[in-house]
Structures are given as structure tokens and as C-alpha cells.
């Protein structure tokens, strides 16, 4: 076959495929949300930053404010207003899920900072610039314009 001819499928192969998509499905634990504290309310709506744990308590001392954090053994979990990743290229090290669903934890998120309040929020411009800062990574509006 030359380079740029495409090989249609058999349905064997359809099937087999169908199958493994299935399979790992069914073995994947199912994704969950980060629930707030009793009492907590969320006006922004609320999506989740992924921090390697190492990093946390570094960047518990760097922030003005911290809000909701939780823990699921090799990642903390920061609850950020909805919408937080809009204009802003997290750094590589970092996850971030839109409506706080935890995807792939091998166990339930604990948490482990609970703010004086009831807004459960980390400031997402102060989070960045810590995790850049943490990260060795220059803050997206920073970098040179390529023309």
C-alpha cells in the first residue's frame, strides 16, 4: 500500500475494537466530582486544579488566600472558579478539569484545607503564578509574540 491510501476496516476488526472500548469501560472506576464542604456554596461554579502533591505545601505559603483542597495521594486538588483555564496555558506538571471531576483517582480526594467562609475558591491568577513560579514555566502573557 502506498503512503496516502487509507486501509478500510473489516468487521472483524470493527468488532475486536468495539470490544476493547468496552472492556475498558467497565474496568475504568467511574469518574467523580469533587463535592464542597456542608455550607459551601459555589456562585462561579467550580472546576479543579491537578497539582503533582510534592508541590502543595509550597504553594500553600505563597498564596493570599486558599480555598478548597483536596487530596488523592500523588495529586492535590485546588477548586478554582469555573472557567479559570480560559486565556490561561497551565504548566505541563498541571491538570485542570472543568466541573471538578476527578477521573482517574485511585481513591476518593480527602480534604485537607477547608477556608474560613463559605466560598470554597483559590484565586486561579495568584494559583497560576505560584504554580509558574514552582514549575520553572514563564506565565503565558509573558512570553515573546512571534510575528
Known amino acids: 500500500m ?10 472483524n476488526t470493527l468488532v475486536r475494537l468495539s470490544r476493547r472500548r468496552q472492556h475498558a469501560r467497565a474496568s475504568a ?14 456562585p462561579l461554579g467550580c472546576d479543579a486544579v491537578a497539582v503533582p502533591a510534592a508541590l502543595g505545601p509550597g504553594l500553600m505559603s505563597r498564596l493570599p488566600r ?3 483542597v483536596y487530596e488523592d495521594g500523588p495529586r492535590w486538588w485546588w477548586i478554582v472558579p469555573a472557567d479559570s483555564d480560559v486565556a490561561m496555558e497551565w504548566p505541563s ?11 482517574d ?3 476518593r480526594p480527602v480534604l485537607i484545607n477547608r ?3 463559605d466560598v470554597p475558591y483559590t484565586p486561579p491568577i495568584p494559583l497560576y ?8 514555566t514563564t506565565p503565558g502573557w509573558s512570553r515573546a509574540v512571534s510575528a
Not at 2 to 11: E, F, H, I, N
Not at 93 to 103: D, F, K, L, T
Open 29 to 42: 472506576p467511574p469518574p467523580l466530582r469533587l463535592g464542597l464542604p456542608e455550607g459551601m456554596t459555589d
Open 105 to 107: 483517582a485511585g481513591c
Open 2 to 11: 502506498s503512503a496516502g491510501t487509507v486501509r478500510p476496516l473489516d468487521l
Open 115 to 117: 477556608p474560613d467562609g
Open 129 to 136: 503564578l505560584a504554580l509558574c513560579r514552582v514549575t520553572g
Open 93 to 103: 506538571a498541571v491538570a485542570y478539569s472543568s466541573g471538578a471531576v476527578v477521573r
Open 66 to 68: 486558599v480555598g478548597c
